[in-house]
């Protein structure tokens, strides 16, 4: 075992596949000279070289299209977003040609694109977004959103030998900010797998990303109101683990989901359908939604404390949930 | 230009009438009532996907857009495949999946059209690049129109391209309209090729109903990318015949232009060069034809009698397992 920061995870497990399979390669903005705007990479282009490491032009779509292309030939293309806010350029390359390729004729389109996500960090409206909605309403992609090092890593490796598209959102709150042991040896955490974080009898709180922590921060707080909380940690988006979340909700009959995201149509609004649609004789309170308000995410320290859950919310969320 | 052997003319013969033959009879199903939702041809505009795909090796890669149902036929989908995917049947190309062209088979080397005209080039960057970064002399040939190469991916694909001198041959189908859009909306120069200067890309404009002329710039264009020297652009001028699609009855476009370009007609001019310049004789054309007739009948048979996908089949194949 070794202690690693999340950045640091994601670092290794891209070192690690790249040298495992030649296939592998990393385009994308600054990814190379510089090492990634987050220094994800730094060191890469020394070892591999300009071809698998490539800086491209600023042009998403041109090099997730790329990706796309390159991937259909048998490599295994990993994109950096330099901010998951500039995914949107590459909208129609994602939802039309990578998530559709393989259903509508067959061509497998094995690439990954991480994006670095979320707020906190004081970066205005473009550099702090949470897109995974966008992204959640197209069948073909898959969606992952660790929470630590250790499933940082290991998801990583899973995308990255997965034969579907997959969208790898890292939080950049989280970066330096968690650590974690982890396993030396390979291994990988299974797309398509939800984690409970914190064992509880009373709430289910169902999040993912850098909410978890917040949620895990609650948690503790809870326990000394008498309030029993279990944290279930999503981990992959889509596709949803209905099984964990069910059985959860089974187990403590209350749920809320927490997350950074904004309200109206996100992934809290899907988990409480399937919920209400599936669950409803285990209910014993109203599904609630713990989320950002619905506007852009703001700049100025108030707001933006303002805009993001915090662990207050949970607690006067959860203190209400446990009252039915 | 490199000499073009009898049997290469004769071939090049066949592709494009069983190209013209094939999009004739899916005009007539269409009419019938027989293909769903819509049908868009090729038709006065051949000679460019026959000659740019005829001109690539086995091993090659092809981007094709949806006026290339030559570039299609040539790369091996079969008559039948491509009768069974526009009556939506489970033996189409994409099992009832998808319509038209919008199919691709990588198998034999073709990628899947998106209908947002240009997705395709960067993807086709994306091809050249695994080329480039294994060592492989392949190429690969993408084609859109001229309305698409107003979209940004056009931009990026070309800058891109061009900067990592990748093995890439860019065509354009230029015919003047993109759907009811003539030239003098979408762009402000006289020829598309003029894009190309921009990327340090050397363009070119030819006849694009000349299948010669197709077939010489993309072997000159190939050869260039073979031999490490980056992307091409080529652009096809060509008049659109008839609507953008079937049920656009393209009263837009004025009547002399049409019957000007009526003249040029990839097909018949090609027949009239091969008869008259004694390459091959008019019987052999004749035999040719005939064989394509008879081609075309037991594809639309075939397709009629294949079963149609069960409802829930729908349900399969939206992720790789």
């Known amino acids: ?324 | 230009m490199a000499e073009i052997s009898k049997d290469v003319m004769t071939d090049i013969y066949y592709w494009l009438k069983l190209t013209r033959t094939i999009e004739d009879r899916v005009t007539i199903l269409y009419r019938q009532g027989k293909i769903q939702g819509g049908a868009w041809t090729s038709h006065g505009m051949e000679a460019i996907s026959v000659g740019y795909a005829f001109a690539l090796d086995k091993d090659d890669i092809i981007c094709p857009y949806f006026r290339d149902m030559g570039a299609f036929l040539v790369r091996g989908v079969t008559p039948k495949r491509i009768f069974a995917q526009y009556l939506g049947r489970k033996t189409g190309v994409t099992g009832g999946k998808e319509g038209n062209v919008h199919v691709g088979d990588l198998s034999l080397g073709i990628i899947g059209f998106p209908s947002h005209l240009t997705d395709n080039y960067p993807v086709a960057t994306g091809v050249a690049l695994s080329f480039k970064m294994r060592g492989e002399k392949r190429v690969v040939a993408a084609c859109t129109g001229d309305g698409g190469t107003s979209r940004g991916d056009f931009h990026e694909a070309m800058n891109f391209a061009s900067v990592r001198k990748l093995p890439v041959v860019f065509f354009c189908n230029n015919n003047q309209y993109a759907y009811s859009t003539p030239l003098r909306f979408q762009m402000a120069i006289k020829d598309v090729s003029q894009r190309a200067i921009a990327y340090g890309i050397p363009g070119e404009t030819i006849d694009g109903n000349d299948i010669l002329s197709v077939y010489s710039a993309a072997k000159r264009a190939y050869q260039r990318a073979r031999d490490g020297e980056g992307p091409s652009f080529i652009e096809c001028k060509t008049m659109r015949m008839h609507g953008h699609s079937e049920f656009d009855a393209a009263k837009y476009v004025p009547k002399e232009l049409l019957e000007e370009w009526k003249k040029k007609d990839p097909v018949i001019n090609y027949e009239k060069y091969l008869t008259e310049k004694k390459i091959v004789t008019s019987e052999k054309l004749a035999e040719i034809d005939k064989r394509i007739k008879s081609e075309i009948e037991e594809a639309v048979e075939f397709a009629e009698k294949s079963p149609y996908p069960e409802g829930k089949d729908a349900l399969e194949g939206v992720y790789k397992v």
């Open chain 1, 1 to 324: 075992m070794k202690e690693i920061s999340y950045i640091e995870a994601i670092s290794e497990a891209l070192m690690e596949e790249m040298e495992r399979d030649k296939n592998v390669f990393i385009l994308g903005e600054d990814v190379g000279v510089y090492g990634g705007a987050f220094r994800v990479t730094e060191g890469f282009y020394e070892k591999f070289g300009e071809w698998r490491v490539l800086d491209t032009p600023l042009s998403e779509s041109g090099f997730t299209g790329a990706a796309i292309g390159a991937a259909l030939m048998g490599m295994r293309p990993v994109v950096e977003m330099q901010f998951a806010d500039f995914i949107s350029c590459a909208f129609d390359q994602i939802v039309n040609v990578a998530a559709k390729n393989y259903y509508r004729w067959g061509g497998a389109t094995p690439i990954v694109i991480r994006a670095p996500f979320g707020g906190n960090v004081h970066g205005g409206s473009f550099h702090s977004q949470c897109p995974e909605a966008w992204f959640f309403h197209c069948p073909g992609l898959k969606i992952v959103a660790p929470s630590m090092p250790y499933d940082a890593k290991g998801l990583l490796k899973a995308a990255i030998r997965d034969d579907n598209p997959v969208i790898y959102l890292e939080h950049k709150y989280l970066y330096r900010r968690i650590k974690e042991n982890i396993p030396e040896d390979d291994f990988i955490v299974p797309i398509g797998k939800a984690d409970i974080k914190r064992e509880g009898r009373d709430i289910t709180i169902i999040t993912y990303g850098a909410m978890v922590h917040t949620a895990l921060e609650a948690a503790k707080l809870l326990e000394e109101k008498g309030i029993d909380m279990e944290v279930l940690d999503l981990r992959t988006l889509l596709p949803l683990d209905k099984e964990a979340i069910f059985s959860s909700v089974k187990k403590t009959n209350k749920a809320m989901i927490l997350h950074e995201a904004t309200k109206t149509g996100g992934i809290g609004a899907e988990v409480a359908s399937i919920i209400s649609e599936e669950m409803f004789d285990y209910l014993d309170g109203p599904i609630i939604r713990i989320t950002a308000p619905d506007t852009p995410v703001p700049y100025s320290p108030p707001m933006e404390e303002f805009y993001i859950p915090k662990v207050s919310d949970v607690i006067k969320a959860a203190e209400k949930l446990a009252a039915y």
